[in-house]
């Protein structure tokens, strides 16, 4: 989609109607027509991002064991929001205020939680692990602005091991014992 393009590369408020038509190479009555105005066509572009990740951070087999499952989860994370920084700034930075982009963001890390509660199998979950699976996805995704923001020049490796341990610390202090398949990160 044009709009997720453009949106990707620069904040929302730099980003005109104009720009959108002319990248999508449709007139401004099409745009009015599907999406209703440049917000709408926002909304579009960050429900598409909400779809992109529910299938990209998801558990992959194919990854290894648990703990690899779980690297791979975030690794595919950190790459997404590399390559489309402007989207996870605006989404993230206008959440708070705003209920649309809210409910994507809440959707999302709702989404994030129930795939790591799935794979991790401890059960029915409790409130204090719904809570701490709550965190390990407003963790990620603090530490994913941050690095956005500030200093993209952390090796995502890095940003892996510190997501990773702590996903391992809150999920262990949660359920009050170690899980099988989540190694201890030593510091």
Known sequence: MAALRLFSERPYEE?????ICDEA???????SYHFG?????????LQMVQADLEVLTRPLRSDGDVAAQIRGMTRR???????HPQVMLGLFV????DPETRAIVESTQQTGAQELLALLRVGKPTPVLRTALRGCMGFLH????EWLSHDQGIDIEQLIDLCYASTVASVTNAVGRPIEGLAEVAS
């Open 37 to 45: 105005g440049k917000r709408g066509a926002y909304l579009a572009a």
């Open 77 to 83: 994370h950190f790459e997404y929001f590399r390559a």
């Open 15 to 19: 980003v005109s109607i104009d720009d």
């Open 94 to 97: 206008s959440a708070p205020r």
């Open 142 to 145: 603090e530490v994913t602005i």
């Open 25 to 31: 190479h449709v007139a401004h009555g099409l745009l």
